[in-house]
């Protein structure tokens, strides 16, 4: 192959761009690859498909390729291929994979025959492939049919720009011999980035379909419109020979032998042709890549890195110190502890003036929420008139008691108190969501550490739920003892009277306003029920 020890680099590359399009499209690291540019029907995909030695991609007419295809040839002695998207299935049968990648298109793009940039990855594996990766890119095209987006020839541009304009990318620019070079869609879009022609590759198919007497003999010999990397010749299956279902192995022999028998191209016959095509861009590629690794490499290491960057700000951070890196996870944790308090507890530094912090939150829970809850507990007043007056006839029994019993009292008010456990409880549940809240906002320093933050808020989490149970439980004891036993004495118990000269108080007060309207409160209070009133009396 002339690259001896080169040969594991383009598999290297595939494993990084099978990588990158798992993680998506937001790395900024520019593969070396090879994209094939040229326009519709130019024979992008014969080139391809003679490569693998199979029919494998999709045909027809209008724009067939409408996302990238991301072709890893991998020499192997057993055939098959692998999509990324569906990894582990092994696909044997080259029709299946055809409808495979038609399917993976439609799943993206629709069917309305639009395009999108979101590549396939297909790996071929195949005894007569040199490792290669190349990437299949909608043909360019001028007018948009069917329900087509009008601009589809810009959104077209603009995806093969979005792959050529990088310099680590080499352009297969596909052209037919039997259109005018000067006309080439390919060899125009690849001049606007690469105007030196340094990185472009001309492919010129249909050569057997020159008019009789003309020939490709100046552009094959890189005389017409030079490119430092040259032309290759090469001669596809026709329509004809696919429809009869021609192999692509005749298909080669037919190609060689018009090389070597065409007087124009006999000289140069072993220059040209889909096998020895193959084989440069198997050594340009492994050379490109070569070329570019130091760049890639550093590239890498500055990301490599700015991510250890972050470590390091917790201190000198060595890989290849375990006692550092212990060091560093501790320091991560201590870090964790200080800010959580800081929410909690608050801080003088760094004050959020846009929304409350984790403690300021709770704050509001306690002061604001709470009391609202409480507020919220609804009594019925009649029902309670009715309520009253059941329990201070059951505790007389079968006698007509003279005096409100105490009794009656207790039980009235104990319901009462009893309300408060579903506000307390609630209370909890809100302050425990927003501790763990906190905790999340916390541990999301550690983002770059995927399984420091997962084991640091399972802890700490499980640490706050242990105590929510304790808090659940000791709240409810807190009222059950104020169940247990109801201190009259205590100076903030008023006693019926007492309310009621405060009840009496607070509605004159505002029946003050109320009598200018013409409505007496008085009046209302006379026509309390008599057990009410025997209450009022204790
Ligand atoms: P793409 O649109 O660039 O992928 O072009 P295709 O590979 O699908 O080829 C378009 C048509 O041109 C097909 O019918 C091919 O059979 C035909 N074709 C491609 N290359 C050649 C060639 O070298 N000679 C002949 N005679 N036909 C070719
Ligand atoms: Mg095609």
């Not at 080439?184 to 008019?211: F, H, W, Y």
């Not at 096998?275 to 890639?296: A, C, E």
């Not at 912090?357 to 709470?370: K, M, Q, T």
């Amino acid at each position: 192959m002339g690259n001896r020890g080169m040969e594991d680099l383009i598999p290297l590359i595939n494993k990084l761009q099978d990588a990158f399009s798992s993680i998506g499209q937001s790395v900024n690291l520019d593969l070396p690859q090879i994209a094939v540019v040229g326009g519709q029907s130019a024979g992008k995909s014969s080139v391809l498909e003679n490569f693998v030695g199979r029919d494998f991609l999709p045909r027809g007419s209008g724009i067939v390729t409408r996302r990238p295809l991301i072709l890893q040839l991998v020499n192997n002695i057993a055939e098959h291929a692998e999509f990324l998207h569906c990894k582990g299935k092994k696909f044997v049968d080259f029709e299946e994979v055809r409808a495979e990648i038609e399917a993976e298109t439609d799943r993206i793009t629709g069917s309305n025959k639009g395009i999108s940039p979101i590549p396939i990855n297909l790996r071929v594996y195949s005894p007569n492939v040199l490792n290669l990766t190349l990437i299949d890119l909608p043909g360019m095209t001028k007018v948009a049919v069917g329900d087509q987006p009008a601009d589809i020839e810009h959104q077209i541009r603009d995806m093969l720009m979005q792959f050529i304009t990088k310099e680590s990318c080499l352009i297969l620019a596909v052209t037919p011999a039997n259109m005018d070079l000067a006309n080439s869609d390919a060899l125009k879009i690849a001049k606007e980035v690469d105007p030196q022609g340094l990185r472009t590759i001309g492919v010129i198919t249909k050569l057997d379909l020159m008019d009789e007497g003309t020939d490709a003999k100046d552009i094959l010999e890189n005389k017409l419109l030079p490119l430092r990397r040259g032309y290759i010749g090469v001669v596809n299956r026709s329509q004809k020979d696919i429809d009869g279902k021609k192999d692509i192995r005749a298909a080669l022999a037919a190609e060689r032998k018009f090389f070597l028998s065409h007087p124009a191209y006999r000289h140069m016959a072993d220059r040209m042709g889909t096998p020895h095509l193959q084989k440069t861009l198997n050594q340009q590629l492994t050379n490109h890549i070569r070329d570019t690794l130091p760049g890639l490499r550093s590239k890498l290491q500055s990301q490599l890195l700015s991510l250890e960057k972050e470590v390091e700000e917790y201190k000198n951070f060595r890989p290849d110190d375990p006692t550092r890196k212990t060091k560093a996870l501790l320091q991560m944790v201590q870090q964790f502890g200080v800010d959580f308090e800081k929410c909690i507890e608050g801080s003088g530094d760094q004050v959020d003036t846009n929304e409350l912090s984790g403690g300021a939150r709770i704050n509001r829970l306690f002061h604001e929420r709470f009391p609202f809850e409480l507020v919220k507990i609804v009594f019925d007043e009649k029902e309670l008139r009715r309520e009253i007056s059941h329990a201070i006839k059951n505790v007389h029994g079968v006698r007509t008691g003279l005096f409100t019993p105490d009794l009656a009292f207790e039980a009235i008010v104990k319901k009462q108190i009893v309300k408060l456990k579903t506000p307390c409880l609630k209370c909890i549940d809100l302050v425990i969501q927003e501790l763990i809240n906190t905790v999340r906002q916390c541990t999301s320093k550690l983002n770059s550490y995927p399984r420091l933050r997962e084991e640091t808020e399972r802890i700490v989490t499980t640490h706050v739920r242990e105590r929510e149970g304790k808090t659940k439980d000791q709240v409810l004891l807190l009222i059950d003892i104020e169940l247990s036993y109801i201190n009259t004495n205590h100076e903030d118990f008023i006693g019926f009277a007492n309310a009621q000269q405060r009840n009496i108080a607070a509605n004159k007060k505002r029946a003050v306003p109320n009598q200018l309207a013409g409505l007496g409160e008085a009046q209302e209070e006379k026509v309390e029920s008599p057990d009410l009133q025997k209450c009022h009396q204790l």
